[in-house]
């Protein structure tokens, strides 16, 4: 039998329930990225391994946690010897395209995709026509030849549709509105977040966008099955960090980490089958389709393949996953480490000292300037500028992360439980965070430890 064709299609900061498939309320949202989970196999314990774009995109691409592969921030791993996955699919007789976010999803630098088409050439990554262009072009320059596929969008990343228009039309940037914009009072506020109305407008333009994500989406799916290669095609879909509002990206948080992965393969995979028992990671992504491919797993890959659960086999291991957070595209640090099972989840910020603020582009919009003005939401702005030690959360329960548990005795036993999970974890994989949760090192310590790891893996990823 022929290797299948390899297609993975990204959202950029897009948050899992913002998807109809996933309960969002918001109607019609993303039409075709339902008919995707209907065709295929939805998971409801998915996660990236870190939320933050390139990291994100990094893990994925390398099948290791960021501080393993050297990827924790904005930069390259240039001259790294991490395998990543593009490089042993070609060892393997695929050809390799992406559309869009280049730089971002190319761990090394000196990498060069066989097809590639950036941000630029696709209207800033918003012009879903362009996508279907770009897909049709690549598919018949493949020859008959297995191909990778990485089809990025920029949306729903910020700027969102509706106060965009200013930015982008000084650079003579110009594409078209999503096929359907949505108006305030249309839209679900997520509980994560206050019912006010400039936060409510924002969630409003960020629904939009979401919906023009969708639009590319069903243009890529509708070039995939004109070009006759749907069939033999292994697809997924997934964001690569949930929503750029505070409590969501570039956090530990269960909305900063948990992603809408779908996933479709026509006679392989149940068609409106979901996975409700198990956890996936981002860098489970890279073996699972060497795997599909046929082709052998690098040494030094930390995720593991979930192929057989694809197929609709169990895999008892997938009760938790572990992620973490290095530092915002600022190159500010800010360390995080989380672990999270189906009810309960346990984070330590390691750079809280009740001083150091925490800054991130969420922040610039109209959803945090209306937090700061309302006196209800006073406590949640604190939380969020200075964060606490350890957070626990019944996310069963408490899903938005509403009431930390840490301090709770009733809750004892687990905050013990997930701090010794996390602890074996730090072990198993090196963390060099471990030092300071065991308190053998200060906090004062470890963040200039952490300053200067920053500035070395910036130099090298930048170096030519």
Not at 105 to 118: G, I, N
């Amino acid at each position: 039998m022929s290797k299948p064709n390899i297609v993975l299609i990204t959202a950029d900061d897009m948050n899992w329930n913002s998807v109809g498939a996933y309960g969002c309320r918001t109607p019609e949202c993303t039409p075709n990225i339902d008919a995707l989970a209907a065709a295929g196999m939805r998971f409801n314990f998915a996660h990236i391994t870190i939320a933050v774009c390139q990291p994100s995109r990094g893990a994925i691409m390398t099948g290791r946690y960021p501080h393993k592969s050297g990827q924790e921030g904005f930069h390259h791993i240039n001259h790294s010897p991490v395998p990543l996955l593009t490089e042993e699919l070609r060892k393997g007789g695929y050809i390799t395209g992406i559309l869009g976010k280049v730089g971002h999803s190319s761990p090394k630098q000196e990498y060069r995709w066989d097809y590639l088409q950036d941000m630029p050439e696709l209207a800033w990554g918003r012009d879903p026509e362009l996508y279907y262009r770009f897909t049709r072009e690549f598919l018949a320059q493949t020859q008959g030849r297995p191909f990778f596929l990485m089809a990025n969008s920029h949306d729903p990343h910020r700027p969102f549709h509706g106060n965009d228009a200013e930015l982008y039309g000084k650079q003579g940037i110009t594409y078209p509105p999503p096929s359907r914009v949505f108006k305030p009072e249309e839209v679900e506020v997520p509980g994560f977040l206050p019912d006010l109305p400039e936060v409510r407008r924002e969630i409003a333009e960020y629904a939009s966008s979401c919906r023009r994500c969708d639009d590319s989406v069903g243009r890529i799916i509708a070039a995939l099955k004109e070009a006759g290669v749907y069939e033999n095609t292994l697809i997924m879909f997934l964001s690569d960090n949930g929503m750029a509002f505070p409590f969501s990206k570039t956090n530990c948080y269960l909305h900063s980490t948990k992603t809408p992965w779908i996933a479709c393969w026509p006679g392989k995979i149940k068609p409106g089958s979901v996975d409700a028992t198990h956890f996936i990671n981002g860098i489970d992504y890279m073996p699972t389709v060497l795997e599909a491919a046929g082709l052998p797993i690098p040494a030094g890959v930390d995720g593991r393949s979930f192929l057989p659960v694809l197929l609709g086999g169990k895999d008892a291991a997938r009760t938790r996953v572990f992620t973490q957070f290095h530092e915002t595209h600022g190159k500010r640090r800010y360390p995080m480490r989380c672990v999270q099972d189906k009810r309960f989840g346990y984070i330590f910020n390691p750079w809280s000292d009740g001083q150091r603020v925490f800054k991130n582009e969420s922040q610039a919009g109209r959803t945090f300037k209306a937090m700061q003005a309302d006196p209800g939401s006073a406590a949640r702005v604190k939380l969020f500028l200075y964060r606490v030690w350890e957070e626990l959360y019944d996310f069963e329960n408490d899903p938005d992360a509403l009431v930390n548990l840490a301090d709770d005795p009733r809750y004892r036993t687990e905050l013990e439980r997930l701090r010794g999970e996390l602890e074996a974890w730090m072990v198993e994989h090196g963390d060099p965070a471990l030092p300071v949760f065991r308190k053998q090192q200060s906090a004062a310590e470890f963040m200039a430890e952490q300053e200067r790891r920053s500035k070395k893996l910036h130099a090298e990823g930048n170096r030519q």
